[in-house]
């Protein structure tokens, strides 16, 4: 049993008693109340989530537990009724994640707050490794830099530029106010002053120091993803990095680029003491230990579940989010939030509209952080659902609440989103913005799998919650993050979607907006052509 106190954190958001009718229905339809009520009244989104979150944890590509979160969903599915598949479409390199330790030994103790990134390798045979800290040199050229790589050998090399503070901008401008003088013009000028000098000091000086990294980087010869391969191969005893995007406490972990020692993400803050204490000749030492396992060329797979079509059973509308995630926490945003979504949309479904008109599909999608992969293959290994896809909606950006739905390069649909999102009562559809048609070229995630051969594919844009600054891609993107209402409201309103769009006996046109001209070469603008993403890696 949960405790009180756990319940009003995890369910202190919720706005709408679950209990409560909808009063704001535009129409009568019996199966927009059913759904309704389903996904108020019974939702499992939290439960979907803790368990996904927590206890299956992240689902890196290639990685055991995605494997095993694969399984659980198929299981799901099959007690909702709901046929499901893992569908295999290439290999990718499987590596488990193993305990990780970084510990500064000298000049004093201390535990830091580091973890080895993806496809890291283990310290030698997982124990324990020391060696003094030095920063990457400012040298004057590659055979400079050539001359000094004898020097790594034994050493933690510290390749990333050291923050000069790790408060998020938007405390530099709260606390340090505007100056005097914007504060006069505002008064006499109307309006509000600009970010205090200090503020704006600060901003300057660290853009400085940031280009000068990077300077001191490219004048080694080499660049980010190259340069740990080349210290490695000098000697290092490992490569220390830090990926900051500019709030308190956290830090992206991406992919490890070396084979044979650790990459370690260290915060912004850890990175920083031992780049100062380098930097000012303290002798920083630090004793690594990571376990970790490389476990060869293992089957990638996209995770499928389908609703079979009773009238037009070779047209689809598809639910899609990715499924895989980065492992620096838990994948509870990207896109723990979207795989729940769809989830709990084809419960409701299945429960309230068990025989569509269209079949439906949900697809729980691999290998997206790495380039659309999982998408790309099945639009590819499957052109009859691209053929005869009525709608695709993919949400991919966060705990938000759905604000916007984008019909992309399609100019006929507006007509029908805009006609779906009106039957919506306004409890779900409130502030949701059907946008006009604009770029074709779709964005970085997986609906544009599908733009590219013309498909309806809508992406379902979120309200931002910090998304960017918080939780993509970072060791902060935890369970503790989700807006539960929120997802219990986006999945009614996917599901509400998927039902118009199975049942609406029109089909949307597939007429391209007419790319512009490029100014800068004169060429008419074309559609982005569809690729199959990777099928081996990485």
């Keep these: 049993m949960r405790s009180t106190l756990s319940r009003w954190f995890v369910l202190g958001a919720l706005l709408v008693p679950a209990g409560a009718a909808a009063q704001s229905f535009p129409t009568d339809n019996p199966v927009l109340r059913a759904i309704w009520n389903e996904g108020t009244e019974h939702s499992q989104a939290e439960a979907l989530s803790q368990t996904l979150n927590d206890s299956l944890g992240p689902r890196l590509t290639g990685s055991p537990n995605l494997k095993a979160a ?12 709901v046929p499901a598949r893992a569908e295999q479409y290439g290999t990718w390199l499987g590596w488990r ?14 535990s830091l707050n580091a973890m080895t990134l993806a496809w890291s390798p283990a310290t030698p045979k997982g124990r324990p490794v020391e060696g003094a800290v030095i920063l990457l040199p400012d040298v004057t050229d590659s055979a400079a830099f050539a001359a000094w790589l004898p020097q790594a ?40 002053p600009g970010p205090g000098q200090v503020y704006v000091r600060m901003r300057a000086e660290r853009a400085a120091a940031d280009s000068a990294w990077r300077a001191r980087i490219a004048k080694s010869g080499y660049n980010a993803r190259t340069l740990p391969a080349v210290l490695e191969s000098a000697g290092a005893a490992g490569i220390l990095s830090s990926e900051w995007p ?13 084979e044979k020692v650790p990459t370690y993400g260290v915060s912004c803050e850890d990175y920083g003491l031992l780049a100062r204490l380098a930097e000012h000749g303290q002798g920083p030492v630090v004793r690594a230990q990571a376990d970790a396992e490389f476990l060869g060329q293992l089957p990638a797979i996209n995770t499928i579940a389908e609703i079979k079509g009773t009238e037009k059973p070779d047209e689809y509308v598809v639910l899609s989010a990715h499924f895989d995630s980065w492992d620096g926490g838990s994948g509870a945003t990207d896109n723990g939030t979207g795989t729940v979504i769809m989830m709990e949309a084809m419960r409701i479904l299945k429960k309230v509209y ?24 099945f639009a590819t290994d499957h052109p009859e659902v691209v053929q005869g896809l009525q709608a695709l909606f993919n949400q991919d950006n966060g705990t938000g609440r759905i604000a916007s739905i984008s019909p ?49 594919a809508f992406s379902l844009g979120s309200e931002p ?15 503790d993050k989700l807006v539960l209402d929120n997802v219990r409201q986006n999945a009614i309103l996917t599901a509400m979607l998927a039902y118009l769009a199975a049942d609406d006996p029109a089909t949307i046109p597939r007429e391209r907006r007419i790319m512009p001209v490029n100014p800068r070469t004169g060429q008419q603008g074309t559609w982005p052509q569809c690729r199959d993403g990777a099928r081996t890696g990485p």
């Design 70 to 81: 694969s399984d659980w969903v198929i299981s799901t599915y099959a007690a909702w009724g």
């Design 354 to 377: 068990p025989n569509p008109k269209r079949t439906i599909i949900v697809g729980h999608w691999n290998s997206e952080e790495q380039g659309l992969n999982g998408s790309s293959a």
């Design 153 to 192: 050998k034994g050493k933690f090399v510290a390749i990333s530029f050291p923050q000069p503070t790790c408060r998020p901008d938007a405390a530099w401008q709260d606390y340090t106010g505007p100056d005097e003088e914007a504060r006069m013009r505002a008064m006499f000028m109307g309006g509000q």
């Design 97 to 110: 994640r193993g305990v990780s330790h970084l510990d500064l030994i000298q000049p004093r103790v201390r």
């Design 246 to 258: 500019n709030g308190y406490g956290v830090q992206r972990i991406f992919q490890a680029r070396t």
């Design 408 to 456: 992309l390069g399609l100019v006929g649909a507006t007509d029908f989103l805009g006609r779906w999102v009106g039957q919506l009562p306004s409890e779900v559809s409130r502030g949701v913005r059907v946008d006009l048609p604009g770029s074709p070229s779709g964005g970085g995630t997986d609906h544009a799998s599908f733009i590219c051969a013309g498909a309806p």
């Design 465 to 479: 919650w910090d998304y960017f600054s918080y939780t993509w891609h970072t060791n902060l993107d935890t369970y």
